[in-house]
């Protein structure tokens, strides 16, 4: 369980990126920042590795203060899955993955044998594994990331707009993958990202925030849809519009949803 | 032409081959005091200019400085320390140094600037300690404008070494000199001739050097890239992340 306690930061220059933020990330789950840029979504979940550390507050995993554990092995523990992967240029496809496991001082040899693995577990082919970064593809790059992450079984995995920089359709396989290895893994993962769609996709809790670092609401997506808390999470799901705001109408005795501009969703089953 | 005719008389001529003062001798001596100076302005320049490419902080500075000392005329610098210090290496040494580190520390803080500030931030949120990022990640991705930057100094100091006999017994200089007091000016032309051919052969070790230092990740990109761009790709330098801890 990650606890964020009365956490705000308040960069030098005076921008105050997170505001007296509380919030509970329960383990085993995934819980979906989302926001507007400026919301300070991300620094919010780099709070959690201490990539940021908060001017007041406290951020706790299990009850510990993340700022009495020394961040290096704080960061050893916790997997992070980052926009355009992130991965090392100049080392190949099984090395990036295996660096962690490395720097924790496993042999050569077991870290290898397990990236192997955790290429498999990704769904990538192990003939990739002696590539470099840049002659795989956005997405394969995205799961050599994801690989990367996982390579120390952690119990956290951060995953900072980790699909931001690929196509649409690539997109929509890499989320049923990561679906699919949270429904196998069980990971407590924390995810941002500026789309709605994702959040709801992905997030069995959603966390809406807004400009100035504060949290509108955080619910189930069905509750957010449900209750928004105010005119601003109503107007940022969309819940009163396009193809959120969908109605029944009859047609030739049998019942199918409609959006709001009146096309066909789809079926209501009986 | 007729000069030309005797500089190659004088590099044919067997005497000049052996014994001391003689050609080998010379060359011994000019690349002994190379590499001196080049140690010891690596060992100034190199690591101050990773510490300001990696923390970002100081390179006005560090401008500054290596722009000021460039401006300095080697030839003044090593009579004002020849006065100082008196007759010997110490004083060339100095001089040479000074030389060689502008383009020292200009490559190492380039080299290791050029390094993309989202490759750094994700190997420090993997958990790698400051000097694990400048070791493992900084240094092997910005190694060759830091070589670069090394063949620079190098260059300059081969040609420039020709001044440590001015005021020591020491290097290829010494034949430009004797030969300019003696007006042998064959002698002359072929000490300069050999100082030229001495600083292309070390050029192009670095030119290879260079090249194999290009990690091959970042080879396999930019085969990638030409083959995929018309135009000539530039490096991309990424902004640094300013929603980070200061370390």
New interface residues.
Partial sequence: MIEFRGVTKQFPDGTVAVHDVDIVIPPRKTTVLVGSSGSGKTTLLRMINRMVDPTSGQVLIDGTDVATVDPVKLRRGIGYVMQNSGLLPHRKVIDNVATVPLLRGESRRAAHAHALELLDTVGLDRSLADKYPAQLSGGQQQRVGVARGLAVDPNILLMDEPFGAVDPIVRAELQQELLRLQEELGKTVVFVTHDIDEAFLLGDQVVIMQQGGLISQAASPAEILAHPADAFVADFVGADRGKRALHVTEVDGRRVVVDADGRAAGVLAS | MNLFLDAFAWLADPANWTGPGSIPQRIAEHLWVSGVVLVIASAIALPIGALVGHSGRGREPAVMISGGLRALPTLGVLTLFGIWIGIGLAAPVISLVILAIPPLLAGAYAGFESV?R??I?????????EL?VVG??EL??GMPIVVGGIRSATLQIIATATLAAYIADEGLGRFIFTGLKTRDYGEMLGGSILVILLALVIDGCFALTQRVVV????R??RT?ELRSRPTRPRTVVGRPN????QE
């Fill in positions: 993309d989202r490759t931030d994700a190997a420090r949120a993997m958990g790698m300690r694990q493992k990640v092997p991705l990690p091959a990740g970042v396999a990109t990638a300013t929603e980070g801890n």
